[in-house]
């Protein structure tokens, strides 16, 4: 443990030498792909515009304690999975606890909150998927690993009306999976079915996603048996085997792991911009004797909704007092609006 502490003292120096007054990050995550001896170890540094982040994986409550304890106070926030549970101890497999209950209590100097990491890579297969292929309407997707992480992406294609492919080593539940997601899909015209193995569900398929927890089984076979040029995507490691990737690479066909670079980004700057929304912009309040919301206060009837409590800059509506704007005004809004209105102008050009 004390080489991974130097590890995580080296990272964090790294990202504050380089933060200049940014804010800095520590994720405390797990995986479902253990490590050998289920050693924890450092995840790579990720520098941002407005924010810098180091991070490690954790597989068991001694593990998850003793870095929490190390690292609070050595940034401004401490990031953790909400979706993972670990070993409560190494020598009983068994017995796991999440990992919000262990380190909850241990974060007092920094900031804690927390996100989904298979969420993250979800969106960033997504992502990454249309940025390559553009529209997804019709393609044929094959996904081998439908656990969590396979299944939000099964429905983020499968509503994006691609025809999905699911394998898993138990079909009755891979198929009682692609029931439960067919009857989520909203957009009512892609379809989604459980294969019985890998290679029938690459068939003909544009997109292969591997998401096992490290066990390769998309083959040669698999490849074989796709579209002439598949995009290929593994969302953890090992989904593919050497020999798939090798036959792969001799056709010209690149097969990508998944960087969730952008999406990571994209939530620790919501949980930013939440921050900021909450202390400043979020409530209700008169102004000039004008009622006004803001920041997601849901409006009563008559209430104006703004930008901004703290210094509003532009109206949105008059509140219908259902979560709604008023498509009707009446003159008691009319004047409301006159007034805040005034209020707006007089605020903005005060010399």
Not at 13 to 29: Q, T
Not at 37 to 49: L, M, Q, S
Not at 202 to 223: F, H, M, R, S, W
Request: glycine share 8%.
């Amino acid at each position: 443990m004390n080489a991974l502490l130097n590890c995580i003292q080296k990272n964090i120096d790294m990202i504050r030498k380089g933060s200049e007054g940014r804010p800095s990050f520590y994720v405390i995550s797990s995986t479902a792909k253990i490590s050998p001896g289920y050693n924890a170890y450092c995840t790579p540094n990720r520098f941002f515009n407005c924010f810098e982040s180091a991070g490690c994986i954790v597989f068991s409550r001694k593990q998850a304690e003793e870095i929490a304890a190390f690292v609070d106070g050595m940034v401004d926030y401490v990031l953790v999975d909400a979706e993972k549970s670990v070993l409560t101890d190494i020598a009983e497999p068994a017995s796991r606890v999440p990992l919000v209950k262990i380190i909850e209590g241990l974060i007092n100097k920094s900031k804690l909150c927390f996100f989904k990491p298979n969420d993250i890579t979800a969106d960033a297969v997504w992502h990454f998927s249309v940025n390559i292929l553009g529209s997804l309407i019709n393609k044929k997707v094959a996904i081998a690993g439908a656990g969590n992480v396979g299944s939000k992406v099964a429905l983020k294609f499968l509503e994006s009306g691609c025809h999905v492919s699911i394998y898993r080593r138990n079909i009755e539940t891979a198929k009682y999976i692609a029931r439960a997601l067919s009857m989520l899909n909203s957009l009512a015209y892609g379809t989604i079915e459980a294969g019985g193995n890998p290679v029938e569900i690459c068939e003909n398929a544009d997109i292969i996603v591997g998401a096992t927890p490290g066990v390769p089984v998309i083959d040669v076979e698999c490849i074989k048996a796709a579209s002439a040029h598949p995009l290929c995507i593994d969302t953890g490691k090992d989904s593919f085997c050497p020999s798939a990737i090798e036959y792969a690479s001799s056709r010209n066909i690149e097969v990508f792991r998944t960087d969730i670079t952008a999406t990571l980004e994209g939530v620790i700057s919501s949980i930013l911009r939440e921050e900021l929304i909450s202390k400043l912009h979020r409530g209700r309040k008169l102004i000039d004797g004008v009622p006004v919301v803001s920041g997601g206060v849901l409006g009563r009837v008559g209430d104006i909704i703004v930008d901004s409590l703290l210094k509003p800059c532009h109206i949105y509506g008059v509140a219908d007092g259902c979560g709604d704007l008023k498509q009707n005004l009446d003159e008691k809004d009319e004047k409301s609006l006159s007034i805040l209105i005034k209020h707006i102008e007089k605020d903005t050009y005060k010399p």
